[in-house]
């Protein structure tokens, strides 16, 4: 319990790890784990993701909403050196392990950076990158099918053009959130609510809404399941099967939420930004070929080389730098 939520059974129960005023149904934690952290990264690229009305970055904290199995939630999460700051209001304290469950696994908090950094500081092309910035973390998800439908929105797609078709379908399909907040007002719609919806209604074009649609009815449908647990080939394969859904999409999803630290995304053009770069091959058969050299850390490998265009990222509320309206590689 200290390790995983920072302070004891006993301080958790009668609310005295936290500190500062907060709500009744707040707790505040810090959540540990293994150093080098660079949780920084991590909300910088969920700003570049963010869907205004679920989730919101202020400063250097990132808050969404979270619809878990007792009732609904709200969390706030601060990186520092070592911990994760974690402010959550819950309807209800059951929901508190899964929800930190999710939070330990939107920031990556149980990966191993020594072993990470062992296996790639010295490898070609990433090597000066892995050692200039110890403790980068996959950008993980809370939940797999707002993940997969946010995907689908993304691929192809401009920044500006899925962020509102990710609002609409939120705002029209979404619960709003009985809890009041000034940074977030709804949860992400679930699978039920898409599958039983008409696919024009989703504010995006016909491909798109189909796509959405057949994954919602085979996830409402118990067909596939997109669960923390989930066997990750099993689950890939099911992703390929459903129409709209290609390799693209699926080891995207397999990196940020299925837990494989060993997915790359083929055709990735963020990934061919960042090569670029840095001096390193821009064409994919190429690209495929020095990554090969990065096994088994493929997907630390990726997020390495999106953290280091940070640089080149507007902020969050603007366009961001070098985007195309028909490039996949914007994540």
């Not at 110890?134 to 998800?141: D, S, T």
């Not at 797609?157 to 009041?180: C, D, F, H, K, W």
């Not at 919602?216 to 390929?240: F, N, P, Q, Y």
């Not at 690209?287 to 280091?308: C, D, F, K, N």
Request: glycine share 8%; with cysteine.
């Amino acid at each position: 319990m200290r390790d995983a939520f920072g302070m004891s059974p006993s301080a958790l129960r009668n609310g005295s790890g936290t500190a500062g005023k907060l709500p009744a149904n707040a707790i505040r934690l810090r959540l540990a784990c293994r150093e080098p952290f660079d949780g920084v990264a991590v909300v910088r690229f969920l700003a570049r993701h963010e869907v205004p009305c679920l989730e919101r970055v202020h400063g250097n904290s990132y808050t969404r909403a979270l619809a878990l199995e007792h009732g609904e939630g709200v969390v706030t999460l601060t990186p520092r050196r070592s911990t994760l700051d974690c402010e959550l209001r819950l309807e209800d304290v059951r929901d508190l392990t899964p929800a930190v469950a999710r939070c330990r696994r939107l920031f990556d908090l149980d990966a191993d950076p020594v072993a990470v950094h062992a296996q790639l500081a010295d490898r070609p092309v990433i090597g000066e990158l892995v050692r200039a910035h110890p403790g980068v973390r996959i950008p993980g998800a809370v939940d797999g099918f707002e993940l997969a439908v946010r995907t689908i929105l993304r691929e192809d797609n401009s920044p500006e053009a899925a962020r509102a078709a990710s609002v609409r379908i939120t705002r029209r399909y979404g619960q709003p959130l009985r809890m009041t907040s000034e940074h977030v007002s709804h949860n992400f719609p679930t699978a039920a609510a898409l599958a039983g919806a008409p696919p024009h209604t989703f504010g995006t074009d016909t491909r798109r809404a189909r796509a959405i649609h057949a994954l919602a009815t085979r996830v409402a449908g118990g067909e596939l399941a997109l669960d923390a647990g989930s066997e990750l080939d099993d689950s890939i394969d099911k992703l390929l099967d459903v129409p709209g859904i290609g390799p693209w999409v699926a080891s995207y999803i397999a990196m940020r939420f299925l837990g494989d630290p060993d997915a790359f995304l083929h055709g990735c053009r963020r990934i061919e930004r960042a090569l670029k770069r840095i001096g390193g091959p821009v064409e994919s058969s190429a690209i495929a070929t020095v990554a090969e050299g990065w096994r088994p850390w493929r997907a630390y490998a990726v997020a390495q080389l999106w953290r280091s265009l940070d640089d080149e990222d507007e902020p969050p509320d603007g366009t961001e730098a070098g985007s195309s309206s028909r490039s996949p590689g914007q994540r």
